[in-house]
């Protein structure tokens, strides 16, 4: 038995121990790679900072000019008008998808996200090559004495381009979110008085909030860091603005002064979504396990829901998909060289596939901290992680360029640097994903697995990974699509020589070769909807 | 002297809400079940978290089967420390069949025997196939004992495990449950916030308040001689009398009363009285008056207002009805001696 001094000796003696427990420990791993993972994130940001410091007065001046202003005011405009418009879209979809007996459901919940594997820029194009002057729908209303369309370049056509290929993102959290949460909640709002539309206000949409922000952040961040849509509809937000200034000039101090302005926007919306989180935790069931909900009838508002529905298939995939249809038609027909098509698909294909797995392995030791280990320097990890989908790709891309030329010659134009890239732009994506699936794991089932004698790793293979796997593959999903479009940094960071489908896409719309864009740009669209359409199934599965 | 089974000693850990601990000591003897009781927020779960190891203690030691498993030679980490847990919620592994949850602590080349012998002791064999959600409550937390048991843990806990019960369960459970921790004499720590529940459970009863224990005993003794005034409100319903120590016993307002602990003469104290100790019947010439009756069935629980406005409860069989604003005479004879305290707070 011990005795008195011994307890005393045991306070002093505690912190070395403490540290080697720490050190052998699973959370002492984990701090270990994260805390690397924040390093490489940052990467980019030391560069700007670089750039900056090295510019003087020229740098302030622009800093503080007008021409700055009006570019931040359109940028978070457009932001704010896409989000939001995302989230009424999105989650009245993935409320009817999930839950109710919308007509043809299956087909909508695979259909919905699909608009996700549009590229921007091929959206941006399709939509001018149909609303644009002299375009398709004037061309068809001509005979009818239409002579002008409404303007679609600037706010009103970024602002369609973005909401219709965008609200996937929030769709998809949201859905995720929904088909994990307990019915017995609304079950008890419904027993507690409330008919259907409070509960789903009070009940249900509180539930979803971590989803749904963390959906709906994605959002606004692809919104301030897209390049493609906001060129081609002439709508000078940061990043296009940055793009003119590196082309129009060599010196890219100008450029690395607008993405810092456009880095420290994205921390402030970052600070707001921390304050606005919360301190609720979102445990699933309490008492044993997750009944499957209850599907909802509609009623009369089966067809207008079916319509709804078949409205925004229709904006988003469709009607893309049918110009580009009509494009390779044209191409056939004048002779196109299609050739290159498969070697670049075979690229595009690898090098996605690879960002999607090591962004999965560097995200999980950051979500597993910043839910199960909460604390300061966890969450300035996860906001770390947060802040990376606010660079650019553009800028990514130059300061990877910058660090390979000068630090890293061996990687300079490397598959490595490549995939660097993708790991700085992606990360974030894959942590929101895997935090809210993390979220609503409750901690007790970790607890009980520790106590029945299995190690942190034991428990996270046989208990974690199988609760939240959903989540993953949503994360992972996400990557790869975004990466198989994804252009500034496979543009400026592949080897010499190595083309994608996106980059064959953006040389031939360069080149205003629509119809040469059209065919990879229609393989990119199938190729990127098999994971998508497999992951709505297992989906439907573990609802169903 | 029997085996110490687990040792908490001078345990500290701080937190900025409820549930800190300042100096925790607590002791439980190998094969009992000690049935840990307290109020809300008094740090009753961060005590658990502490023992199974998920928490690491800001200061203190833990000793469990004769092994430190927290103090100057380090952490054992959670999964090889032998403690057993059944939580609250049950934890069941939701992705899990009911035998697969309990083979997920066995080791071992065949564990399916284990998890037959561990079934048959819930008496769930029948249901080995069944996924959680598929079971009634009393059957979960059947299955979240076989389950923590499995292993042969040094000690057991258990979270409020009859909690998420309903009251006609609650009791059957309560027996099956102390029948197989007798039967395999198997070391527990049970945490409640239920007197009763402690008193029929508990070999021996700690109370918690406060970040630390109060008491330690029996339930005969915790509940006859408190150590302290708030284990003799928690573990029954108390009204505390003020009076004057005299030769011949403790002089309070409804009469002389005979202390069962030492106390110094002419000292000013409050005498614990419990409503069973207390009877009433109907006086016209009293001052007290009966304000209220509590039904609960078998008993009337009576709040009496004695003439110096002070509160007192008297418990009486349920044919014993007493309309209010009756006055009534309060008669003393517990044939015992009862607890003072010092030190009037009136």
Redesign the interface.
């Known amino acids: 038995m011990a005795d008195s001094a011994y307890v005393g000796r045991s306070a002093a003696s505690n912190g070395l121990s403490r540290l080697r427990a720490w050190w052998v420990s699973l959370p002492g791993v984990l701090w270990i790679v994260g805390f690397l993972v924040a390093l490489v994130l940052l990467l980019p940001v030391a560069y700007l900072l670089l750039r900056a410091l090295g510019a003087g007065d020229a740098a302030w001046q622009e800093l503080v000019s007008a021409r700055t202003a009006r570019i931040l005011g359109r940028s978070l405009w457009l932001a704010f008008c896409v989000t939001l418009s995302c989230a009424l879209l999105a989650v009245p979809l993935a409320w009817l998808t999930v839950r109710s007996d919308l007509p043809l459901r299956r087909m909508w919940a695979v259909l919905t996200p699909l608009p996700l594997v549009i590229p921007s820029y091929v959206g941006a194009y399709l939509m001018i090559s149909v609303l644009g002057p002299r375009g398709l729908l004037q061309h068809w209303l001509e005979p009818l004495g239409v002579q002008r369309l409404p303007d679609i370049y600037g706010f009103r056509g970024a602002f369609l381009v973005l909401t219709l290929l965008s609200y996937p993102y929030v769709l998809l959290s949201t859905r995720v979110a929904l088909s994990r949460m307990n019915p017995a909640m609304e079950e008890a709002s419904r027993n507690l008085g409330s008919g259907p539309w409070r509960t789903f206000w009070r009940v249900t949409l509180p539930q979803l909030r971590p989803g749904l922000v963390a959906g709906g952040l994605l959002v606004t961040l692809y919104v301030l860091r897209d390049f493609g849509a906001v060129s081609l509809m002439r709508y000078s937000t940061f990043t296009r603005a940055i793009y003119l200034q590196y082309q129009s000039s060599f010196d890219r101090t100008m450029a690395a002064i607008l993405a810092l302005v456009l880095v420290l926007i994205t921390l402030i919306i970052l600070a707001i979504e921390m304050r606005t989180r919360g301190r609720a935790s979102y445990y699933g069931g309490d008492v044993g396990s997750v009944r499957p909900a209850v599907t909802i009838r509609l009623g009369h508002w089966r067809w207008p829901s079916c319509f709804f529905c078949a409205a925004v298939v229709t904006l988003g995939l469709f009607m893309p998909a049918g110009v580009l249809l009509l494009w390779l038609v044209r191409g056939i027909r004048i002779g196109v060289d299609f050739s290159s098509l498969l070697g670049a698909a075979l690229n595009s294909l690898v090098t996605s596939g690879a960002a999607a797995g090591l962004s999965l392995l560097a995200a999980i030791p950051v979500a597993v901290l910043s839910v199960r280990h909460a604390g300061r320097a966890s969450g300035i990890m996860e906001r770390i992680a947060y802040s990376a989908f606010a660079l650019p790709g553009m800028v990514v891309a130059l300061a990877l360029v910058f660090f390979g030329a000068k630090f890293a010659r061996p990687l300079y134009q490397t598959m490595a640097m490549l995939l660097l890239g993708y790991l700085i732009l992606f990360l974030p994506q894959v942590v929101g994903a895997l935090r809210a699936a993390l979220l609503q794991l409750s901690p007790s089932l970790e607890h009980a697995a520790r106590t029945l004698g299995r190690g942190p790793l034991g428990v996270f293979s046989t208990i974690t990974l199988p609760l939240t796997w959903p989540g993953m593959v949503a994360g992972v999903v996400l990557v790869f699509l975004t990466a198989m479009k994804e252009l500034p940094v496979t543009l400026m960071l592949s080897p010499l020589g190595f083309s994608t489908l996106s980059t064959s896409v953006w040389s031939a719309v360069s080149e205003a070769f629509f119809a040469l864009a059209a065919a990879p740009a229609l393989l990119l669209i199938l190729l990127s909807s098999l994971p998508m359409a497999l992951l709505v199934l297992r989906e439907r599965e573990t609802i169903a | 002297m029997k085996e110490?089974a687990v040792?908490c000693?001078?345990l500290v850990k701080t937190f900025e809400d409820a549930g800190a601990l300042s100096g925790l000591n607590l002791l439980v003897l190998k094969g009992e079940i000690m049935a840990l009781i307290g109020p809300s927020g008094c740090g009753k779960t961060t005590l658990l978290?502490l023992i199974?190891?998920?928490t690491?203690p800001d200061?203190?030691?833990i000793?469990i089967g004769g092994k430190?498993v927290v103090?100057?030679?380090?952490?054992v980490?959670?999964?090889?420390?032998r403690?057993?847990?059944v939580?609250?919620?049950?934890?069941?592994?939701?992705?899990l069949s009911v035998a697969a949850n309990v083979a997920?602590?066995l080791?071992g080349p065949d564990p399916h025997e284990k998890v037959r012998a561990m079934l048959q002791l819930v008496n769930l064999v029948d249901h080995a196939n069944r996924?959680?959600?598929e079971?009634s409550?009393g059957e979960?937390q059947r299955v979240a004992l076989a389950?923590?048991l499995?292993?042969q843990?040094d000690v057991l806990l258990l979270d409020e495990p009859f909690s998420?019960l309903d009251a006609g369960q609650r009791v059957q459970v309560r027996n099956e449950v102390r029948a197989i921790l007798r039967m395999g004499g198997t070391t527990a720590i049970f945490v409640t916030h239920h007197q009763e529940e402690a008193l029929f459970m508990g070999d021996r009863v700690a109370v918690q308040n406060q970040g630390r224990i109060e008491q330690t005993g029996t339930p005969d003794e915790v509940f006859g001689n408190p150590a302290t005034r708030f284990v003799a409100e928690f573990m029954g319903e108390t009204d505390f009398l003020p009076g004057e120590v005299t030769s011949e016993g403790v002089q309070t307002e409804i009469g002389m009363l005979q202390p069962s602990n030492e106390i110094s003469m002419g000292a000013q104290v409050d005498v614990a009285v419990r409503a069973d100790d207390v009877y009433i019947s109907p006086d016209p010439s009293s001052g007290a008056i009966v304000l209220a009756r509590e039904f609960r069935g078998m008993v009337n629980v009576y709040r009496v207002r004695l003439p110096s406005g002070r509160f007192i409860h008297s418990l009486q069989r349920h044919t014993v009805q007493i309309a209010p604003a009756t006055p009534v005479r309060v008669i003393m004879e517990p044939g015992h001696g009862l607890t003072c305290f010092s030190g009037s707070q009136s």
């Open positions: 110490i040792q000693e001078g978290r199974t190891g998920v690491e200061a203190g030691l000793v430190p103090g100057p030679s380090g952490l980490p959670p999964e090889r420390r403690v057993g847990m939580f609250q919620n049950y934890a069941l592994f939701p992705h997920y602590g080791k996924m959680p959600h079971l409550g979960q389950r923590a499995g292993p843990p998420n």
